[in-house]
């Protein structure tokens, strides 16, 4: 018994050296932190990695989640400011961002930011009208969020996001407001068409105006055309009176005789040219007409020349006389 007495005594000193060794050293692993207790006493926080801890003196108090976590608060009926029910949950993502706080000031955190969750879920909620709830989710996150950051600070925790997850009103709140949104669309439909029908008679009118404007200034300026013509013609006329009359105060009756043979001849034109005339009246006459055309033959060639000349005596044209004419057939 006495030979086997140093190996029992080795395999105990063995066995106590690994306990020591396993008890002092700790590894902390990646998005974890742990807490050390000396004799109960929270001495120190332990990072990622590894670390010597006092045998028998330090242990390892709490091991801490550093990574952000979600949250789920159960559904719960709340009632809105026009006292209508809605069933409402939410999520809320959290971050431990100092350990020994988290463990040591609060007793069950999860449980008690669900809580915390809840409460000012049910008060923001029941501020609010049923149609700011369905339509101001945004608003509702962030108050929400910034009560619960606010509340969980002293525990060394972050609230970085809530989110609304469901909101559901009652099926009679439901219907009413589906058909709301039917009447709704319905009304602002018959509005854009009543829209589109003021534009389109607008339009129309504005385009009659701009024709009656453009028609009216061409009106205005086709007058003012006819206007300039006629008074250049009554120059033109008011300038051959006084060539007539000049030439008639000196004694020269061939501008007379051109003047008369002019007017003859247009009058006969015209005669020849009526739609309605079936024959044309030559007047047996014709010698007047060859005299009116030798005068104002005898009428150029005097302007022609510098000297004055003698023209050949022309007898005045007489009216014709239908009567002893000759029916002559209208030629095209």
Do not use: C, H
């Not at 319905?186 to 453009?214: N, P, Y």
């Not at 030798?294 to 050949?312: E, K, Y």
């Amino acid at each position: 018994m006495t030979e086997y007495l140093p190996s029992i005594v080795l395999v105990v000193f063995l066995v106590l050296a690994m306990m020591v060794v396993f008890g002092a050293v700790k590894i902390v692993p990646q998005g974890y932190e742990y807490t050390v207790e000396r004799f109960g006493q929270y001495t120190r926080t332990l990072k990622p990695g590894m670390t010597l801890l006092t045998p028998f003196a330090e242990n390892i108090g709490r091991k801490v989640n550093m990574m952000e976590q979600v949250l789920e608060v159960p559904q719960q009926e709340v009632i809105t400011k026009d006292n209508v029910t809605v069933q409402v949950d939410a999520i809320v993502f959290i971050q431990v961002i100092d350990a020994a706080n988290a463990v040591y000031r609060v007793a069950n955190l999860n449980n008690a930011i669900g809580q915390l969750s809840m409460t000012n879920l049910r008060t923001v909620v029941g501020s609010m009208a049923l149609d700011d709830v369905l339509s101001q989710r945004e608003s509702i996150n962030s108050r929400l969020l910034t009560a619960i950051d606010a509340a969980t600070e002293p525990w060394g925790v972050k609230a970085t996001r809530i989110e609304i997850k469901d909101l559901s009103p009652p099926p009679d709140i439901t219907n009413a407001m589906a058909r709301q949104m039917k009447a709704e669309r319905e009304r602002r439909a018959v509005i854009i068409e009543a829209e589109g029908d003021k534009q389109a008679a607008i339009t129309r009118a504005e385009g009659a105006k701009q024709s009656a404007v453009l028609q009216a200034e061409g009106r205005k300026e086709a007058a003012s055309r006819d206007a300039e013509a006629r008074e250049r013609l009554a120059e033109a006329e008011a300038n051959a009176t006084a060539s007539v009359s000049a030439a008639i105060a000196k004694g020269d009756v061939n501008a007379i005789n051109y003047f008369i043979a002019q007017k003859y001849v247009e009058a006969f034109g015209k005669l020849a040219e009526s739609p309605n005339q079936k024959t044309v009246i030559v007047p047996a006459e014709m010698s007047s007409l060859v005299g009116s055309l030798a005068g104002i033959g005898s009428l150029v060639r005097t302007a022609m020349s510098d000297t004055p000349a003698t023209p050949p005596p022309a007898a005045a044209p007489r009216p014709p006389r239908p009567t002893s004419g000759v029916a002559v057939p209208p030629t095209t």
